[in-house]
């Protein structure tokens, strides 16, 4: 099998080393991978000039032309998804398995966004008088600029790049310092597809701060994307204010998963530990509060401490794994706080609740906690970790004020059977993406992306291409 591992950045076609540079490692065995180039500020703006000189002759290419080149980038990815999986697994900790998933996935995004640039329509508009003609052209926005997140080190980039490409546009790219050797991967393989020189650029780096302010200020960069915290967003957002980019941000959630006294139990179990356990919880989606109304309380309880004790956690390179270390030892500090917090407060710690040390320092065990109120952090803040943090409510009523009483409004989740319910629910939880008897619901044809606090703007489906076109309305006037 061949080796993708590159570790330099990757400019105007080009593979660019620096003195400098930053240890990537394995969060199963704390081994360091890969020593990969430090960019800083310079190459950042080499990047977006290398952007800024790609994107007339691209732009140019006819849809068809740009929709076949992405194509081939999305059948090598498939091809080479055995690699691919393997190095996410080893730089990110995800079982293979998953990881696998995710670049089928991530490639999804890229098939989908090939399809999406033929379908690029405009719109002819009513008539405002006799004598003039009006319609509607989309254009690409121009040069793009990305910032990316460690969770999913190959699908966050892809569902940023091929909607980007897809409609015209090049684009640079700041990979996660925790991950960047997939985001690497993929820079070589659409090199060898023949994506054109500077049309997608990669600028590694632990100079997180000063990239995204070349990223967020520079005046040829047209269109900023980033995914992560809502604080480091709403900073972003301020600094792309100075010369007025368009923004799409996805940022933090804290996702209901509110289980109805209508609902099939063992429905709502399976989908949520689904949700739950993708990513040993850390992804913005997964479920953080898990509100149960109290008649079924028990009988929830009981069935998810069932499902729990089949869970599996162990390296990614292991055999039927469930999921394995968090990232870092932030992450495992965080998620012990937060349980330390909620049981101060009165909590009530069902199973788990430790590192699971004969395994490694960063393999967190598949954690309940019960008798939560929305008053404790763990209700208020995203755990980001395989714990489930249940609390009661009495009616439907309560059960959406508490699901809404929350700034964030990424995704949401309900389990129900009365199709009353089911309509009256739908309509009244704050959140851009809903499952209902469902704990999965990120696909490439979903409109993936938040209300409130969660961001702006939306990734996947026909509404993830329109965030990277700009709508030119033309009026020709001058008929007898």
């Not at 691919?84 to 990110?92: N, P, V, Y």
């Not at 793009?144 to 546009?169: D, E, S």
């Not at 794994?321 to 965080?334: E, M, R, T």
């Not at 019960?370 to 439907?396: C, H, S």
Request: proline share 5%; hydrophobic share 40%.
């Amino acid at each position: 099998m061949r080796s993708l591992v590159q570790t330099n950045a990757f400019i105007d076609g080009h593979w660019i080393p620096t003195d400098k540079r930053f240890e990537v490692t394995n969060p199963a065995t704390g081994e360091t991978i890969a020593e990969v180039a430090d960019g800083d500020a310079t190459m950042a703006e080499r990047a977006v000039e290398a952007a800024h000189k790609a994107l007339k002759h691209w732009r140019e290419k006819t849809p068809k032309q740009r929709a076949d080149l992405l194509r081939r980038w999305y059948q090598s990815m498939l091809d080479n998804k055995q690699a691919l999986g393997e190095l996410m697994s080893a730089e990110q900790g995800k079982p293979i398995a998953e990881a696998i998933g995710e670049i089928e996935y991530g490639a999804s995004f890229v098939d989908w966004f090939a399809g999406e640039a033929e379908r690029c329509y405009g719109d002819i508009l009513p008539v405002s008088a006799n004598d003039k003609r009006s319609w509607i052209i989309k254009q690409p926005i121009g040069v793009c600029a990305a910032i990316t997140p460690w969770n999913f080190p190959n699908a966050m980039i892809t569902r940023k790049v091929a909607p980007a490409l897809a409609a015209g546009c090049t684009i640079v790219v700041k990979p996660p310092q925790l991950t960047p050797l997939s985001a690497l991967a993929l820079a070589q393989l659409a090199s060898e597809v023949g994506i054109p020189d500077g049309v997608i650029n990669f600028v590694p780096t632990t100079q997180s701060k000063e990239v995204g302010e070349v990223f967020t200020q520079h005046p040829r960069v047209k269109k900023f994307t980033f995914t992560g915290s809502t604080a480091v967003g709403k900073a972003l957002m301020e600094q792309c204010a100075q010369t007025m980019k368009k923004v799409s941000l996805e940022l933090g959630g804290n996702a209901p998963f509110i289980v109805f006294d209508d609902a099939d139990i063992d429905v709502a179990v399976r989908e949520l530990i689904a949700c739950k356990f993708r990513n040993a919880g850390q992804t913005c989606i997964s479920a953080n509060r898990v509100l149960v109304q109290e008649t079924v309380h028990e009988a929830f309880i009981e069935k998810l401490q069932s499902s729990l004790a089949t869970i599996k956690v162990a390296p990614g390179d292991a055999e039927e794994v469930d999921y394995g270390p968090l990232i870092n030892s932030a992450a495992i500090d965080k998620v012990e706080e937060l349980l330390k917090d909620a049981q101060q407060h009165g909590a009530k710690l069902v199973t788990g609740g430790k590192v699971l040390t004969e395994l490694g320092e960063l393999f967190y065990a598949p954690t309940l906690i019960t008798e939560i109120t929305p008053a404790m952090r763990i209700a208020q803040e995203e755990i980001f970790g395989p714990v489930i943090a249940v609390q009661k409510f009495t009616d439907e009523a309560q059960g959406i004020a508490r699901a809404n009483d929350t700034p964030f409004g990424l995704a949401g989740y309900f389990c129900a059977q009365d199709y009353t319910r089911i309509q009256r629910v739908s309509e009244q939880l704050e959140c851009g993406m809903l499952g209902i008897n469902a704990g999965a619901i990120s696909h490439a044809y979903n409109a993936f992306g938040g209300v409130k606090e969660s961001g702006i703007g939306r990734e996947g489906s026909r509404y993830g291409l329109a965030e990277y076109q700009e709508t030119k309305n033309i009026t020709l006037g001058g008929f007898a």
